[in-house]
């Protein structure tokens, strides 16, 4: 598979497990290779440090809300859009950079991101079945999923 295709179903993977991570795991690419800003207000914010330093802090707030017991269900409509946004813009954002088609990036990185959210969910769930596992056992286990493909999409 091609470097650039990983990186956006990378991104819609991350989407579905932290919504934020995936937009911080795109802008931290675009810093590294030093892409140039476009004329959108979206290439501005993937593009500026300032814009890497929000996303980055809205990741890690992620992470610790995630484990609150009032974290909203990920599959309830507001979350659910959330991250099939996210996942579509963070892969629009690589596939921009990259010389790709930019719709397909989009369509990619949304459609993985919405089976990602589905798909961690109810494994996640599944595995909690287990009295022995707690909730944020798993939890963390995901993040470490979701911080590993990041930092591979991020290189």
Same mark, same amino acid.
């Given at each position: 598979?091609?470097?650039?295709?990983?990186?956006?179903?990378?991104?819609?993977?991350?989407?579905?497990?932290?919504?934020?991570?995936?937009?911080?795991?795109?802008?931290?690419?675009?810093?590294?290779?030093?892409?140039?800003?476009?004329?959108? +207000?979206?290439?501005?914010?993937?593009?500026?440090?300032?814009?890497?330093?929000?996303?980055?802090?809205?990741?890690?707030?992620?992470?610790?809300?995630?484990?609150?017991?009032?974290?909203?269900?990920?599959?309830?409509?507001?979350?659910?859009?959330?991250?099939?946004?996210?996942?579509?813009?963070?892969?629009?954002?690589?596939?921009?950079?990259?010389?790709?088609?930019? +719709?397909?990036?989009?369509?990619?990185?949304?459609?993985?991101?919405?089976?990602?959210?589905?798909?961690?969910?109810?494994?996640?769930?599944?595995?909690?079945?287990?009295?022995?596992?707690?909730?944020?056992?798993?939890?963390?286990?995901?993040?470490?999923?979701?911080?590993?493909?990041?930092?591979?999409?991020?290189?």
């Amino acid at each position: 598979m091609q470097n650039h295709l990983k990186q956006i179903v990378s991104v819609g993977i991350i989407a579905g497990m932290r919504s934020m991570m995936a937009p911080a795991a795109a802008a931290t690419f675009l810093q590294r290779k030093r892409i140039m800003p476009g004329n959108t +207000v979206l290439d501005k914010i993937f593009t500026s440090s300032t814009g890497l330093k929000v996303l980055n802090t809205l990741a890690a707030g992620e992470l610790v809300g995630d484990k609150l017991p009032t974290a909203p269900n990920r599959i309830a409509a507001p979350g659910l859009i959330g991250r099939i946004v996210t996942g579509g813009l963070a892969a629009a954002s690589i596939s921009k950079a990259n010389n790709k088609n930019v +719709v397909a990036g989009v369509l990619i990185g949304a459609g993985v991101a919405a089976a990602s959210t589905y798909a961690f969910f109810y494994l996640r769930r599944y595995i909690s079945r287990n009295p022995k596992v707690k909730d944020y056992f798993t939890g963390a286990a995901e993040d470490a999923v979701a911080l590993g493909l990041s930092a591979l999409v991020a290189k």
